[in-house]
């Protein structure tokens, strides 16, 4: 089966003055629609980069990002435009909610930018929040805020869900909870689910592990059989 995604030796340099630091160096991986893919590293190690090159966010200095085998990095600004709105679903550490909007106020606004996004209400009631929607996000657990904030990526209807330490500001049981309901989302959903955690021990629940160190991939991991989230350890 062709993979949904494709990293072809793609490198990310930055200029700082006279140095160039490659925060992402001839990286290459490749992922099945529908897997739950857990990407690890040292602070430092590239692994946002290469979240935000995949979600169309910044672009590679040089490599092929090919999704469903057309290559993100030839396109235009209006393409990569286009591929977000489409395509890429952004759950980040510190939720961004917006403060003066309720719940469903917060996921709602997507449909104001994006074509066919799914009712607010059915999404919130699919993260377990259908009595919170009037509530503003002051008003809400951390956990709770993160699951307005995943369900705000996946009313775009998404093909792929982007997690940059979704879990870094809660307690491991809500982190669990979140865990959960992004495994949830791509066994029973069929999305493709990429998440950048410190936690080693999440690797165990992973289809597929991705281990990035000094911008470059050390190994990948593939799981035959890997544990629901709720049997791992942290
Ligand atoms: N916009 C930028 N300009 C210059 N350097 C950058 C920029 N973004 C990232 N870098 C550098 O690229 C490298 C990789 O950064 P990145 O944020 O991808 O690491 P990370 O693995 O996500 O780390 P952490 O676990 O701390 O979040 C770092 O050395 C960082 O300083
Ligand atoms: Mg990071």
């Given at each position: 089966m062709q993979p949904?995604?494709?990293f072809l030796h793609v490198t990310r340099e930055y200029?700082?003055?006279e140095e160039t630091l490659r925060a992402v160096d001839d990286v290459s991986f490749s992922i099945q629609e529908g897997d739950f893919v857990v990407i690890l590293g040292p602070s430092g190690a590239g692994k946002s980069t290469v979240l935000n090159l995949l979600g169309g966010m910044d672009r590679a200095s040089s490599g092929e990002i090919?999704?469903?085998g057309q290559n993100i990095a030839g396109y235009s600004e209006q393409q990569l435009t286009r591929y977000r709105a489409e395509n890429v679903g952004f759950v980040f550490q510190f939720y961004n909610l917006i403060p003066t909007l309720t719940a469903w106020e917060n996921v709602a606004l997507t449909k104001e930018v994006i074509r066919n996004a799914l009712d607010a209400d059915e999404v919130l009631g699919s993260v377990g929040l259908a009595s919170h929607r009037?509530?503003?996000p002051s008003q809400l657990s951390g956990g709770q805020q993160q699951r307005v904030a995943?369900?705000?990526a996946i009313c775009k209807n998404p093909t792929m869900l982007l997690c940059d330490e979704p879990?870094?500001?809660l307690d491991s049981e809500t982190g669990t909870i979140i865990l959960t309901l992004l495994q949830k989302l791509s066994r029973e959903g069929r999305k493709t689910v990429i998440i950048v955690?410190?936690?080693t021990s999440l690797a165990k629940a992973a289809d597929k592990v991705i281990r990035i160190r000094n911008g470059k991939v050390q190994a990948v991991e593939i799981n035959e059989t890997p544990l629901n989230v709720s049997e791992v350890k942290e």
């Open positions: 949904i995604i494709e200029r700082l003055g090919r999704i469903k009037d509530q503003f995943i369900a705000r879990t870094g500001a955690t410190h936690n």
